[in-house]
């Protein structure tokens, strides 16, 4: 199953260094047309960006942000589910446009070219420009390579995951929300087997999953059994997440769904699309990852079903306790091509342009769309109407993953009125803070990680894979993390190792 699982990665990556030089044709092509010549030409900016929603942003509003900061823009939006893949083919095919998007999970990747100069070093310019110079310094601190800053985070709470579960099928089988372990398992197996939908027919799953061992279902329920987040830092030595009592718990707990049924077979080749399909149709129960998609999800599910009805939890009690694993505060950043960006004075416009789209009315509008249209304005604070949210979605939303350092930025309005899931998803994120597993390697170095972790963590997700659907045994599985040890992994637990030393030694 696995060799056909990888085949099918190397024909979809070869596939994409034919398409991307079409892609980024296309994005071109669909830029809006031209404005007439009013003397110097409008610089253009081509922007590779991730997108989390179905449709593209609004280009009326697309337009107006072009308007306001006297540029063109050609934005590549990447389906999300691909984002990491493509942006790959572009980086070794060295076909990057000016400004590229890379995901926290994926920086490491790109490490190597951001040493081997193939990138701006941003740091000595953003003292120049009025809402740059107000990054966060610890922020930036975290992003930084060799001690010098690359990229313009996009900002994120600590910890948005938790559960999404339809609260009509709790209600119909006269459940609570479960509080513990044991008690989402049942939950989940009530969902598979009792009928919660009320049609007579065995047909739903509990919970749904997708071939993402990070952003899927798998790295925060390790959380809830006690997994470190990527790496346990126990009397000065580093031990990888995988080689953990609680990590081969996990993997436990996740075989026993799989055999009984209870999660979607096919999990390990499923993309996120299919995922959220099978929830908002109701094939699934539980959908575990990111709280904020609540309210998309909910507003597709009633437009399937008018009776489905969603909710949150973010509090799950294992082993230890309450435990969610935290990404940095930023969950990517952009970074600057050398090669698409051949002088100072033009990478000076690209900054100038992030740093415009800072300013009240540019941040405002990517943020919340137009007033009347989208939103409303009252008191100076911003009300977000029940009936425009699916607008927001098609409109709006996407234009998130180009904002900068949102949560921060004072001028963005505050919300008086929002959807009632969006909020508790905010509220419940906040309350996440307290109980958050950070990564102890977050501010250490390892040239090993960065050089080989691509082709190690195939040999762990692979492991991992084949260890749920039943194709290995807990021997073989530690065979597999002994082969990752002697491949290069035994190198990089060292020199984390080592880092922390001259950490503390430092601090001292």
């Not at 493509?86 to 490490?111: I, R």
């Not at 513990?180 to 919970?207: A, H, R, S």
């Not at 190690?456 to 194709?471: H, Q």
Request: proline share 5%; net charge negative.
């Amino acid at each position: 199953m696995f060799g056909r699982l990888v085949r099918g990665k190397v024909i979809r990556y070869c596939c994409l260094l034919v398409l991307l030089p079409a892609i980024w044709l296309s994005a071109c092509s669909d830029a809006n047309p031209a404005r007439p010549e009013t003397g110097e030409a409008l610089p253009l900016i081509s922007i590779l960006a991730p997108l989390h929603f179905p449709s593209q942003p609004s280009k009326e509003i697309v337009n107006e942000i072009e308007q306001l900061t006297g540029v063109k823009l050609a934005i590549t939006w990447v389906p999300e589910g691909v984002y990491t893949d493509k942006m790959n083919t572009a980086l070794t095919t060295n076909s990057l446009g000016k400004v590229t998007f890379v995901k926290f999970t994926d920086y490491n990747l790109v490490k190597n070219a951001v040493r081997s100069d193939a990138f701006w070093e941003i740091g000595p310019y953003l003292a120049e420009f009025p809402n740059l110079k107000q990054l966060d310094p610890a922020i930036l601190g975290q992003t930084a390579v060799d001690g010098k800053i690359y990229g313009l985070y996009t900002e994120r709470p600590s910890s948005r995951q938790g559960i999404i579960i339809r609260q009509d099928w709790l209600d119909r089988l006269q459940l609570d929300k479960p509080q513990t372990l044991d008690e989402l398992y049942e939950v989940m197996k009530q969902f598979t087997y009792n009928d919660p939908d009320g049609n007579g027919k065995q047909d739903t799953i509990g919970l749904v999953d997708r071939n993402d061992l990070v952003y899927g279902v798998f790295k925060t329920l390790s959380s809830y059994f006690g997994t470190p987040n990527n790496w346990k830092l126990e009397n000065g030595q580093f031990i990888p997440e995988f080689a953990t009592p609680e990590y081969m718990d996990t993997m436990n707990f996740m075989h026993k769904l799989y055999v009984e049924k209870i999660i979607n077979q096919d999990f390990a080749l499923t993309s996120k699309e299919v995922q959220r399909d099978k929830f908002i149709r109701g094939t699934a129960g539980i959908f575990i990852g990111s709280m904020t998609d609540v309210q998309r999800l909910s507003i597709e599910a009633q437009a399937i079903n008018p009776e489905a009805e969603l909710t949150l939890i973010n509090r799950i009690k294992g082993p230890d306790g309450y435990r969610v694993w935290s990404i940095p505060n930023y969950n990517g950043l952009y970074l600057f091509s050398k090669k698409a960006i051949a002088t100072e004075d033009e990478l000076k416009e690209v900054l100038r342009f992030f740093d415009r789209s800072m300013d009240k009315d540019v941040a405002n509008l990517m943020m919340y769309g137009i007033e009347g249209r989208h939103y409303k304005l009252e008191n100076g604070k911003v009300i977000l109407p029940e009936e425009t949210s699916q607008l927001r979605v098609n409109e709006v939303n996407p234009l998130y993953s180009l904002m900068i350092a949102d949560i921060s930025n004072k001028n963005v309005l505050e919300v008086a009125q929002k959807e009632q899931l969006t909020a508790l998803a905010e509220q419940l994120s906040r309350d996440n803070e307290q109980f958050v597993v950070d990564d102890p390697t977050l501010t250490l170095s390892s040239p090993a990680y960065d050089e080989k972790n691509v082709e190690l963590s195939t040999i762990i997700t692979d492991a991992t894979y084949n260890y749920i659907i039943g194709n290995m045994n807990a021997a073989e599985f530690n065979a597999e993390v002994e082969k990752w040890k002697s491949s290069g992994g035994s190198l990089i637990m060292e020199e984390y190792a080592e880092a922390q030393a001259r950490a503390a030694a430092s601090s001292k």
